[in-house]
């Protein structure tokens, strides 16, 4: 069974930062590219970060280009994603997903707001 579990999210103030992370079981984590989803409040979901298998390749969203970070661990099964100078429209549901030409899997999302 594929699993993956987020964590990480929370409150925080505008200006700072917040490291997310999405553990990955039940699949063969370096044949997956990984990606990092956000769906604000009464808003549709969109692409934040993408990785790709081997990791040596990310795409952004305008919206965080310079600010958020995703990076992953092949030997532990994790993805991450660093976000900095976070701004209160970056608070939404954060999802990971793993994502191949055969499947497609979803975390079930953590919660991140930034407020004052």
């Known amino acids: 069974q594929v699993q993956l579990v987020e964590s990480g999210g929370g409150l925080v103030q505008p200006g700072g930062s917040l490291r997310l992370s999405c553990a990955a079981s039940?699949?063969?984590?370096?044949?997956?590219?990984m990606n990092w989803h956000r769906q604000p409040p009464g808003k549709g979901r969109e692409l934040v970060a993408a990785?790709?298998?081997?990791?040596?390749?990310?795409i952004y969203a305008d919206s965080v280009k310079g600010r958020f970070t995703i990076s992953r661990d092949n030997a532990d099964n994790m993805v991450y994603l660093q976000m900095n100078n976070l701004k209160p429209e970056d608070s939404a549901v954060y999802f990971c997903?793993?994502?191949?030409?055969?499947?497609?899997?979803w975390g079930q999302g953590t919660q991140v707001t930034v407020s004052s």
């Open positions: 039940g699949l063969t984590f370096s044949r997956y590219a």
């Open positions: 997903q793993a994502v191949n030409v055969q499947d497609n899997y």
């Open positions: 990785l790709t298998r081997a990791g040596d390749s990310s």
